[in-house]
């Protein structure tokens, strides 16, 4: 009865919340009891709990109301098998380095050759797991394709290839799919690499004649590889990865890559190894949407033991837009300086201290900007746009135009009707579900309104 109830709340919340949100907060939560001593309600970790009792508390208590539970108390109870399960993958994998912060050294002569020894862990990071990677609409394609090959390494998705700029993830989700397949058999071999060590490595290896460097890489059950793009234009280490690739893929063993941009865009990389890496899943991984980006504060600050206000970080979300380094970085600074000061990190200290981050950015951004810059982007006139015109290389920048009139302004679908000369808002709302799911999967869409978007901003 609980879960049947549970079920019809999320359902409702559901449709009130963003996907983003929903994703983020609700999805991984468990109704485990509901009586007239009070409810209590399964989340996932300590920053989710924080976010319910905060944010969420009051609108899940009129939905249980609403669905005829009896509602006196609702209590946020962690989930202790996710919790344990994390702490005992992330106490193994730290046990073999000296702290958990450190990056996990690659050390096979410790281990032998016996067969019941922990199998080697090769540069990955016990903290980056996908507890707590932060799920929106930007990314989620990504992590649920990563989910997937950490439960089925090497028979789904091989490789997974991530692409996408810097600081929007890439690292964090690989490295999460290497710990999640330690978690479930410690005794994989799993190696975490960039591009620059594999061409290093293999540069020593001719230059001083040492061994073992192909068997290095090829004797894993996993093969993690950072930046693929530093190894264009180097023939003949591309040529040691093409067979090193091969030697794996035909064993079914796991790879996962990730690049600044997809194969077919990599100059000076070769036919036959793009070839391989579009075989298996090509994802782009994008800029975080404004919600995700409130997400990630919310989580960061908690860590801390900060409680932001939502003004502060609506603040820092709406003005820092560009990866999730610099809105870090901002934060970071922000607590930073309201430690140090002793002052609260409200929007008042965040706007003295981080104002120069909007100072080449327009105060407002009208739909008129929005619409001559979407037209001047793909060489149009405005009035082609905005006329009844249904060209092909017309419609694709209509529907641009809609959805960042949307996702920039917020503003309503009548409204983007009329504002691109459209009667029936209809119109406006298949065009933007369109664009929303060409970012996702076509990477000239995604480039054209990344570009748009930052000449707005410039």
Not at 240 to 256: A, V
Not at 345 to 367: F, K, V, Y
Request: aromatic share 8%; net charge positive.
């Amino acid at each position: 009865m609980n879960h049947a109830l549970w079920q019809s709340v999320l359902g409702e919340i559901e449709l009130t919340v963003s996907h983003a949100t929903f994703t983020t907060w609700f999805k991984n939560t468990e109704l485990i009891e509901c009586s007239d001593t009070g409810v209590v309600i399964l989340v996932p970790n300590i920053f989710a709990k924080k976010q319910f009792e905060v944010k969420f508390n009051n609108q899940i208590k009129e939905v249980l109301i609403k669905n005829g539970a009896s509602v006196n108390q609702i209590t946020y109870v962690i989930n202790t098998s996710t919790k344990n399960n994390r702490q005992n993958r992330e106490t193994t994998v730290a046990s073999k380095s000296t702290t958990a912060d450190d990056l996990l050294p690659t050390n096979r002569s410790s281990q032998g050759n016996n067969s019941n020894s922990p199998a080697p862990v090769g540069g990955l990071n016990p903290r980056y797991t996908f507890d707590n990677f932060i799920v929106g609409s930007s990314n989620d394609l990504a992590y649920t394709a990563s989910r997937a090959v950490a439960a089925n390494p090497g028979t789904k998705y091989n490789p997974i290839y991530l692409y996408g700029g810097v600081g929007l993830g890439k690292t964090h989700l690989m490295q999460a799919i290497g710990n999640e397949i330690l978690h479930n058999d410690p005794q994989k071999r799993v190696v975490y690499i960039s591009s620059e060590t594999f061409v290093n490595e293999f540069l020593d290896h001719i230059r001083f004649k040492k061994k073992g460097f192909s068997e290095k890489y090829r004797n894993v059950d996993v093969l993690i590889v950072d930046d693929m793009q530093f190894i264009a234009g180097k023939e003949k280490t591309q040529e040691e990865f093409f067979h090193t690739f091969n030697h794996l893929h035909q064993n079914n063993k796991q790879i996962i890559i990730s690049s600044d941009k997809p194969p077919k865009s990599i100059p000076t990389l070769t036919e036959r190894l793009r070839s391989r890496f579009e075989m298996g899943m090509a994802i782009d991984i994008q800029l975080p949407d404004f919600e995700t980006r409130c997400a990630i504060l919310n989580i960061k600050a908690s860590l801390s033991g900060i409680n932001l206000g939502r003004d502060t970080v609506e603040y820092l979300a709406t003005n820092i837009k560009t990866n999730i380094r610099e809105l870090e970085g901002a934060l970071n600074r922000l607590l930073a300086y309201a430690e140090m000061r002793g002052v609260e990190p409200d929007i008042s200290t965040a706007e003295g201290l981080l104002g120069n981050i909007r100072h080449s950015r327009p105060q407002h951004i009208s739909s008129k900007q929005i619409i001559d810059r979407t037209a001047k982007h793909f060489q149009l006139d405005v009035s082609e746009i905005c006329s009844e015109k249904r060209d092909k290389h017309i419609v694709v920048p209509r529907q641009i135009a809609m959805y960042l009139l949307r996702s920039e302004l917020h503003l309503s679908f009548p409204k983007i009707a009329n504002e691109l000369g459209r009667k029936d808002h209809t119109t406006a709302i298949h065009s933007i579900e369109k664009i929303e799911k060409a970012i996702k999967l076509d990477f000239m869409i995604r480039e054209q309104v990344a570009s748009i978007r930052e000449k707005l901003y410039a």
